[in-house]
């Protein structure tokens, strides 16, 4: 089957400046996450949606990042303005069963990741 | 809040010694899951572990979760240039099954 693709693979972009992520998951997945990862460190929640719907985003940066899933399938994550701090990689990940962990063995896949680099 | 430990930060061996790390979570967990992230990789899934007290092998390695479902490790034999890598633990938060990460194990083969 066909990964998540996500898109553009590295972005440079000066701070201030607005910068888009996009992410199509595997095919069926209902459930898509996106993760900052700084180096060196394990990847952090920013949002996670069921279908079209956000689950929790209680760990986005509301002030300047903003994230939508149009149809429940492609996803869009926003960062306006961008400060230097949010230089990292930005993983879209998406699970066949987000809620119910119990049944079989549902781990997550992860695209190749945006590696962004605010100057 | 909920919280899974992983230790060490850091693991540097000789090819063919032996490599393991240790996850221990602070509530009882109802699965583990363990990834692989090469350098400048994205996590990739390798397991998920559910029963307690559960021993899976894939090869090299071997997953093991604690018969209390708080802990768990991963023990890979005979290291090799490949393995490198940082693994990562995590599991689902009790109350909306979101993964909690720990914060990885870099394993280093020492030239």
């Known amino acids: 089957e066909a990964g998540v693709a996500q898109s553009p693979r590295y972005k440079i972009i000066e701070k201030r400046q607005s910068v888009a992520f996009w992410c199509n998951p595997i095919?069926?997945?209902?459930?898509l996450y996106w993760y900052q990862q700084i180096l060196g460190q394990g990847p952090k929640l920013l949002i996670q949606?069921?279908?079209?719907?956000?689950?929790?985003d209680s760990q986005l940066p509301k002030d300047r990042f903003s994230a939508e899933r149009l149809k429940g399938v492609d996803s869009t994550l926003k960062i306006q303005p961008a400060k230097l701090e949010d230089s990292a990689v930005y993983l879209c990940?998406?699970?066949?069963?987000?809620?119910?962990?119990?049944?079989?063995?549902?781990?997550?896949?992860f695209g190749s990741g945006t590696r962004l680099t605010v100057v | 809040g909920q919280q899974v430990m992983q230790i060490p930060q850091y693991q540097h061996v000789q090819e063919g010694e032996d490599f393991t790390t240790y996850c221990n979570s602070s509530?009882?967990?109802?699965?583990i899951q363990w990834y692989k992230q090469r350098p400048g990789g994205h996590p990739v899934f390798l397991i998920q572990?559910?029963?307690s007290g559960e021993v899976k092998k894939q090869k090299r390695l071997t997953f093991q979760f604690g018969e209390a479902k708080k802990n768990s490790s991963l023990h890979i034999t005979a290291t090799q240039t490949t393995d490198v890598g940082t693994y990562f633990c995590?599991?689902?938060?009790?109350?909306?099954?979101?993964?909690?990460w720990g914060a990885g194990t870099k394993l280093i083969i020492k030239p």
């Open positions: 095919s069926g997945h209902a459930t």
């Open positions: 572990l559910v029963k």
């Open positions: 949606f069921q279908n079209n719907g956000v689950v929790d």
């Open positions: 995590a599991g689902p938060m009790d109350s909306n099954y979101q993964l909690i």
């Open positions: 990940a998406s699970s066949l069963r987000g809620g119910d962990f119990s049944v079989g063995p549902y781990g997550y896949t």
């Open positions: 509530t009882t967990l109802s699965n």
